[in-house]
């Protein structure tokens, strides 16, 4: 086997040297191929998996200054941010719960807060602002709980966000 791979080598005019080049350039060209037709793939026939999110935003419209400790009776703003990528228009509501034990999601207790976000296009962003006021002294979970219509029927997504937050009497 040897001497007919030397002979092809003799006749293509391949000495060793040349021959490794070649194996290394051919091996090159196989990968490259081979990755840019995977990528070409995925980006015309697979598609995104649907997704959706929400997110708390400061006063400042960013994710720094959130509020810690606060006195009784008073309040605080944030922005509550909802994204659609479900590849559709969708309906939306936001359950804002305040409870003193955080157990499994959704949280079983009332929402001191709901509102709706109808008709929201796919890629696009729902920005709120949002008036929390706790009112009695102690430890407290704000969550924010992201439900989204299915047939007429609210379904939680298991997408939420949460505060702490210390109600002191001065």
Excluded at 8 to 13: N, T
Excluded at 59 to 72: F, G, M
Excluded at 97 to 114: A, G, M, R, W
Aim: proline share 4%; aromatic share 12%.
């Amino acid at each position: 086997m040897r001497l007919q791979l030397e002979k092809l080598g003799k006749i293509a005019h391949i000495d060793d040297d040349k021959g490794y080049v070649v194996a290394v350039l051919l091996a090159l060209i196989i990968v490259s191929v081979s990755i840019a037709g995977y990528f070409t793939y995925a980006a015309y026939f697979l598609k995104p998996e649907a997704y959706n999110s929400i997110y708390l935003l400061d006063t400042q419209n960013k994710a720094v200054d959130y509020p810690q400790t606060l006195t009784v009776n008073q309040q605080f703003k944030v922005y509550v941010g909802v994204a659609n990528h479900w590849g559709s228009t969708e309906n939306y509501t936001v359950e804002i719960k305040i409870t003193k034990n955080l157990s499994t999601y959704p949280i079983d207790t009332q929402p001191s807060q709901t509102y709706t976000i109808n008709n929201l296009p796919n890629g696009a962003t729902n920005q709120t602002e949002v008036t929390i006021s706790p009112i009695e002294i102690g430890n407290y979970w704000v969550v924010f709980e992201l439900w989204q219509e299915n047939n007429g029927i609210l379904e939680f997504t298991h997408n939420f966000c949460v505060l702490n937050i210390q109600v002191t009497s001065h």
